[in-house]
């Protein structure tokens, strides 16, 4: 059984830029959820991603945006960095069919400057 | 709106000392309770979770208790190693699988 992985670990980029990460999900999981973590805080949910679909979002601009492949692997993309979107950002896989435990990939550590 | 407070920020404990932190949060409707640990540049890990239909659940050194009618959520980390030393987060979910986390305790363990 393989674990979440993304891709890259760590990322710089320019104020006004976009960004493209890459997740993938844990072999079986169909779920993916997107999450940022600044500094010293605890996650924030992003949006989640469940067959293909958008399946929820939380309180981030449009400029936030994602997809979700036929193999359940998945991108966050965010358009027009800004120095506030320097984070962590995990995205996590879990199982269809109720409420189970979330598996979280190692993170992005992006740099906006 | 939806929101978990977590307290203590910080909490430094001997070894071998049981470490408490407690989480209140706001969603009647959360039926998931997961508390995850994250050492310094990991991802979190889940310790323990509990659901709406249990008022306590124990692993291995931890105990998780739920009171539904004040919303409370507490884990009790006994006889704490120096590996325990991390950040603690405890969350609520409800049916959509999204998680709210809580802004975490940073637990040292002194040796």
């Known amino acids: 059984e393989t674990g979440v992985t993304q891709s890259p670990t760590h990322l710089i980029k320019t104020r006004g830029q976009q960004v493209t990460l890459r997740c993938s999900s844990q072999?079986?999981?169909?779920?993916v959820s997107w999450y940022q973590q600044a500094l010293g805080q605890g996650p924030q949910f992003i949006f989640q991603?469940?067959?293909?679909?958008?399946?929820g979002r939380g309180n981030f601009p449009p400029r936030f945006s994602g997809l979700q492949f036929p193999n359940y692997s998945s991108e966050l993309n965010v358009n027009a960095l800004e120095l506030d979107d320097s984070a962590l950002y995990l995205c996590?896989?879990?199982?269809?069919?109720?409420?189970?435990?979330?598996?979280f990939g190692q993170g992005t550590r992006l740099t906006v400057v | 709106g939806e929101n978990v407070e977590q307290h203590p920020s910080t909490l430094s404990v001997q070894e071998g000392d049981s470490a408490v932190i407690k989480c209140t949060y706001s969603?009647?409707?959360?039926?998931?309770f997961p508390w995850y640990k994250q050492e310094l540049g990991k991802r979190p890990q889940l310790i323990i979770d509990?659901?709406?239909?249990?008022d306590k659940r124990q692993g291995q050194r931890v105990t998780v208790l739920l009171n539904k009618t004040v919303k409370h959520l507490s884990l009790q980390i006994a006889a704490t190693q120096p590996g325990d030393s991390a950040v603690y987060f405890c969350?609520?979910?409800?049916?959509?699988?999204?998680?709210?986390f809580g802004s975490g305790t940073r637990l040292l363990v002194r040796p």
């Open positions: 996590a896989s879990s199982l269809e069919g109720g409420i189970t435990e979330a598996f």
């Open positions: 072999s079986g999981h169909n779920t």
């Open positions: 991603y469940y067959r293909e679909e958008e399946n």
């Open positions: 969603d009647s409707a959360s039926n998931y």
């Open positions: 509990i659901r709406s239909n249990m």
């Open positions: 969350a609520e979910g409800d049916s959509s699988y999204k998680l709210i």
